[in-house]
């Protein structure tokens, strides 16, 4: 299994500019969640979805985030527009259901430079 | 609410040594407990997971961790430490019977073993 993909692995952009991320979970997962890292808050949970469904989108910071998932095999996460505070790792990760309580799976991140 | 702590920033450890990684968490309910690890520019890996049994749990590279229910604590353990275990290490907590399947992380533990 190739695991849960990101990408892009590194964003450089300007404050303004819209960012989006991407991520594949794992095939046969059906829950999905954004987490992003920062030195100051550490990890925070962004938004996690259950069968393609958002569930709870509490964590999101301010209504410039918004996250998708059209389908069981993609999501995205995207800031638009963004502003030099976005600036962190954005990590997806993805859990299956029955004997799976609760280990998730990470992706390698995303990390977000905004200028 | 649920909540996990991690008290130490830092814990330096000489190779060969046993290490502790502390962690205590508080919540309403049973805990389902894991612990992850975090390579430089990786995302975070699973390390061992509490779930109800056996208090003490055997994981990856070694490692186990102890629960302890009277102390709230699930402390992370190795008999003897490797320079190639220094990372950073995640405690992270799900209560029951809350089904929303969030795993609350702690700030995390940078473990530094030394040569």
Request: glycine share 8%; aromatic share 12%.
């Amino acid at each position: 299994d190739a695991g849960v993909i990101q990408s892009p692995r590194h964003e450089v952009t300007e404050m303004g500019q819209e960012v989006t991320l991407r991520c594949k979970p794992i095939s046969g997962h059906d829950y999905l969640f954004w987490y992003r890292q920062t030195m100051m808050r550490g990890l925070e949970l962004l938004i996690y979805f259950n069968n393609n469904v958002p569930i709870d989108d509490s964590g999101m910071p301010e209504d410039r985030f918004s996250a998708k998932m059209p389908n069981a095999s993609f999501s995205t996460l995207k800031i638009q527009p963004s502003e030099p505070r976005d600036s962190a790792v954005y990590f997806c990760a993805s859990r299956g259901q029955g004997k799976n309580t609760g280990e998730l799976f990470f992706g390698e991140g995303s990390r977000l430079t905004v200028l | 609410a649920q909540s996990v702590a991690q008290p130490e920033d830092q814990v330096n450890v000489a190779e060969g040594n046993p290490l502790t990684v502390k962690c205590t968490y508080s919540v309403s309910g049973n805990p389902y407990l894991f612990w992850y690890v975090q390579y430089p520019n990786r995302g975070l890996q699973f390390l061992l997971k509490y779930i109800t049994g056996d208090n003490l749990v055997k994981g990856s590279y070694g490692f186990e961790a102890e629960f302890n229910k009277s102390q709230t604590s699930f402390h992370l353990k190795k008999p003897s430490a490797l320079v190639s275990d220094s990372a950073l290490y995640f405690c992270a907590v799900r209560a029951l019977p809350d089904s929303s399947y969030k795993l609350i992380f702690g700030s995390g533990t940078r473990l530094l073993v030394r040569p």
